[in-house]
């Protein structure tokens, strides 16, 4: 199980543009749904070579209730955009994660640390959730505002769409 972890965003043989990535595409008869609450950070100006299973294993040995850690990664390219997310089972942990672990190197870069923003804004709301573009900037307002979103003032670099 740890070796497939581990190689996940490994160039495939014979093709080195392309990237194995594992995705757990649905749960076995077997095991357990998790309902409990999620605590999600936004992790930024994660290297290259940072896969899903490195910032795991990151944040769970310092932090026992780290759930999971995703990576995103470009659809068109394969290649990952730079920020992740880790998701805690426990408030007070996430909470020390983001001030702690902010500026901590992971691979061969420090961390930006801050709060996840959620999916589904007050009221149902979308969220535009393409805050932050691969290097960390903020997206231009006039580039939410073309497709419908507009800044909420509650929330700096958050766009709802109305």
Known sequence: MSTLLSSSLT???????????????????????????????????????????????????????????????DRATGRTKGYGFVRFSDESEQIRAMSEMNGVPCSSRPMRIGPAASKKGVSGQRVCVKARESRGSLIRRSHCKRRGFHPDPLVSGRFLMM
Not at 53 to 62: D, M, N, P
């Open 11 to 73: 160039p495939v043989p014979g093709l080195p543009d392309h990237l194995f990535r594992l995705n757990w595409a649905s749960l076995s008869s077997g095991d357990k749904r998790d309902d409990s609450p999620d605590y999600t950070i936004f992790v930024g100006d994660l290297a290259a070579d940072v896969t899903d299973y490195v910032l795991l294993e990151t944040f769970k040995a310092s932090y026992p209730s780290v759930k999971g850690a995703k990576v995103v990664i």
